[in-house]
């Protein structure tokens, strides 16, 4: 039986920066994907931005979010747990355990991944919180 490996959209391509991988992208990705990225970065404007799993993410103590482009999509990788507080406001949009889709040729729903943004920020504040407890 044959397995099959999930491949990256971008071949093999080991992306070191940010903006190497934007610099991978069409400008019309480039342009969505920065339209997700400005938004992100006004909730956190003193996060790092890093490179995991090979994509763009966004670190403040711990990573917080991640975002990749697609052909016809925004990926936006929030973890699991925000997927579930929003449910109701995310039934416009595929979902699955850890990743929401935004429609590549429509705008980012910026008020939702503000909220969504915060809430991991809130979220991950806590869980270092509870780490210097123990």
């Keep these: 039986m044959a397995t099959s490996k999930k491949t990256s959209p971008y071949g093999n391509t080991k992306f ?35 490179i995991s799993y090979n994509m763009p993410a966004f670190k403040q103590s711990s990573l917080l979010v991640y975002y990749a482009a697609y052909a016809n999509h925004i990926g936006f990788y929030p973890t699991p747990s925000p997927i579930k507080i929003f449910e109701k406001e995310l039934v416009d949009y595929k979902v ?36 210097a407890k123990k």
Excluded: C, H, M, W
């Excluded at 994907?33 to 404007?45: A, F, N, Y």
């Design 96 to 131: 699955s355990k850890g990743a929401i889709q935004f429609p590549i040729d429509k705008k980012i729903p910026k008020t939702l991944v503000k909220k969504i943004v915060k809430f991991r920020l809130d979220e991950s504040v806590e869980k270092q919180k509870s780490k």
């Design 16 to 50: 070191k920066t940010v903006e190497e991988y934007f610099n991978s992208l069409t400008a019309f990705q480039q342009e969505r994907l920065q339209e997700l990225r400005s938004t992100i970065k006004q909730v956190v404007p003193q996060a790092e931005e890093v």
